[in-house]
């Protein structure tokens, strides 16, 4: 079904495009995702050695570097190329997106990848309201990869809005808005109001020339689980879009105060739980099958902070909103500190659990959730290194889940979750065990993987989650995109940029596979689509995120220094 590609008109005159482009790079750091605004207090003339790009310099050498006369237009166009923050001109003919025009030589795989991503489109009565999760479904069974999934698209859609194409991503927030108002019945039984789809797929009829959306919300999902997640990236996109766009429009339409506010009804709701962590059902998110992850995971612990920090920014007083304001900030306040104090594994805090007393009874209690010592796995002292650190996968009575999880700690990164002193200790972990967690194709969705009697009893036998494969220790390259958000956020862009050139060796070629299999990731998935959306577009977000840092404002939140936590224990004991 061909339709014309989104396109966004460039400015003829260069005046508007300095003042636009002025007016944009003020939005960005407003309020606070990333203050480059300090970038600009130094009086020093740009020079930027040609044959060094961006990505081989730390944010605090960049600084260094830049003009206060930063949108002089010529300054921008000589010495400012590195981040391509002058409006551009005119597409290439293979549509090469606007944040490349300016800057070094783009790879070969971006109008590859460009060319993908918009093949994935889907149209609901032409117009464009979210990306299929994969394109080839040749001699597979279709499943659920011909719909569009919440958290599939969001990689898409920041690709979309880095490139200046907000339409789609408008739609999108707006479609599953509507969505979320819909009856959810599963075998008679009613989901909470606030349940966000799990997917969604468009039904044309050629016929009657008509557009009909299905909604999934767990009903047809492999395991019946409702997404926790789901509304969680609604609110946290619905910001991207306000952030990259500077449109408060759309988040103020009492229609996304009111869907927010449901979403924050399911999980700010007072019941039986000590904890301040959510609790939640296996599969329930990107780990959307059996992989032992009940209970309070990581990823949805760290995306729950991420939405509230959100929502507590698009919330608006009126209509009941100044009740859920002052909810978030003590869930928040709450949040912050466990997940800080009981979440964070380090060399000293892996030493004092080895040490643990059981049975301590009363609040003097050092070992609170009364792990036993016994419990703790081989591997984790050997993986442990003296220097650096991250959040383990649960915590729970008598349970501690001490794999690595990629995604809640990148996402811990970006909301300020993590402090900037555990920030730090998480990049050193990633350097220091950069063949177990990143290998050959990046990167591992969890570590270690489980296998022989455990895995039988953990994932109920799961062919498809066998040892180094699918969710139990594949390499997902979604998650360069968060990768390389959490470097350019930690001032460590060179990380992101090695992992990058990995990728780049094989991904285009291999046809943009799911996932990766093995130890260091070298083989392609054992049922890994092909042209996996999100594989191309997590490739395309860290590329421009890379290129141009300011795009990270869209998925980064400056610390809250209300919620300082003032740990006694080292967030990254050194030597």
């Known amino acids: ?127 464009p309201v979210g990306t299929i999760a994969a394109i080839d479904n040749s001699g597979e069974e279709v499943l659920n990869y011909n719909q569009v999934f919440v958290r599939d698209f969001v990689p898409s859609a920041l690709a979309f809005l880095m490139n200046g194409e907000p339409e789609i991503v408008k739609n999108f927030l707006l479609k599953t808005l509507r969505l979320q108002a819909w009856e959810k019945q599963i075998d008679r039984f009613t989901l909470g109001e606030g349940v966000m789809p799990a997917s969604f797929k468009v039904l044309h009829d050629p016929l009657r020339n008509t557009d009909t959306m299905i909604a999934d919300f767990g009903e047809s999902a492999i395991g019946r689980v409702a997404p926790v997640d789901s509304g969680f990236w609604w609110i946290i996109l619905l910001r991207a879009y306000q952030k990259s766009t500077g449109d408060h429009s759309l988040a103020d339409m009492p229609d996304c105060q009111r869907g927010m506010r449901l979403i924050l009804t399911l999980c700010l709701a007072e019941g039986f739980d000590t904890f301040p962590t959510l609790l939640c059902a296996d599969g329930c998110s990107m780990i959307d099958r059996r992989m032992g992850i009940y209970g309070y995971p990581i990823e949805i612990q760290a995306l729950f902070f991420m939405a509230l920090r959100c929502a507590r920014q698009l919330l608006k007083p009126e209509a009941g909103g100044k009740e859920f304001i002052e909810r978030i900030d003590k869930r928040l306040h709450a949040l912050s500190y466990h997940m800080r104090s009981y979440f964070w594994l380090d060399f000293q805090q892996l030493n004092d659990i080895y040490r643990y007393k059981t049975e301590e009874y009363s609040h003097t209690a050092v070992n609170k959730f009364n792990v036993i010592p016994d419990s703790l796995p081989d591997w984790v002292f050997d993986f442990m290194p003296m220097r650096g650190g991250y959040f383990i996968g649960n915590v729970s009575p008598a349970r501690m889940d001490f794999r690595w999880f990629c995604l809640g700690n990148c996402v811990a990164i970006l909301s300020s979750l993590a402090t900037p002193e555990q920030s730090a200790a998480i990049m050193d972990l990633i350097e220091e065990r950069w063949n177990e967690l990143v290998g050959e194709m990046p990167l591992k969705v969890a570590y270690p993987a489980i296998e022989s009697h455990e895995w039988r009893i953990v994932t109920g036998c799961d062919p498809k989650n066998t040892r180094w494969s699918y969710h139990n220790g594949g390499s997902w390259p979604v998650l360069l995109w968060l990768l390389t958000a959490a470097c350019i956020k930690t001032g460590r862009p060179h990380i992101a940029k090695r992992a990058i050139e990995l990728a780049e060796r094989r991904l285009s070629k291999d046809s943009w596979p799911e996932y990766y299999d093995g130890k260091l990731g070298r083989y392609v ?37 209300k919620m300082k936590t003032h740990l006694t224990r080292s967030a990254s004991w050194n030597c």
Do not use: C
């Not at 020093?44 to 600084?63: A, V, W």
């Not at 003009?67 to 190329?81: G, K, T, V």
């Open 1 to 127: 079904m061909p339709r014309d590609m989104l396109s966004v008109p460039s400015d003829t005159s260069q005046e508007v495009a300095i003042m636009k482009t002025a007016e944009s790079f003020h939005s960005v750091t407003e309020n606070g995702a990333i203050d480059i605004s300090k970038l600009l207090e130094k009086p020093r003339p740009i020079s930027i050695e040609r044959q060094r790009s961006f990505e081989d310099r730390s944010m605090s050498e960049l600084s260094s570097g830049l003009s206060p006369n930063l949108f002089n237009s010529r300054s921008l166009e000589i010495h400012y190329e590195g981040l391509s923050l002058l409006s551009p001109g005119r597409r290439s003919v293979v549509d090469t997106p606007r944040s490349f025009q300016h800057s070094f030589e783009p790879h070969p795989m971006i109008a590859d990848a460009w060319e993908t991503l918009r093949r994935s489109l889907v149209y609901f009565r032409g117009r």
């Open 525 to 561: 998935g054992k049922q890994a689509r092909k042209l996996q959306t999100w594989s191309v577009a997590g490739y395309l977000v860290a590329k421009m995120m890379l290129e141009d840092p300011s795009h990270l404002g869209m998925v980064s939140l400056e610390e809250d220094k």
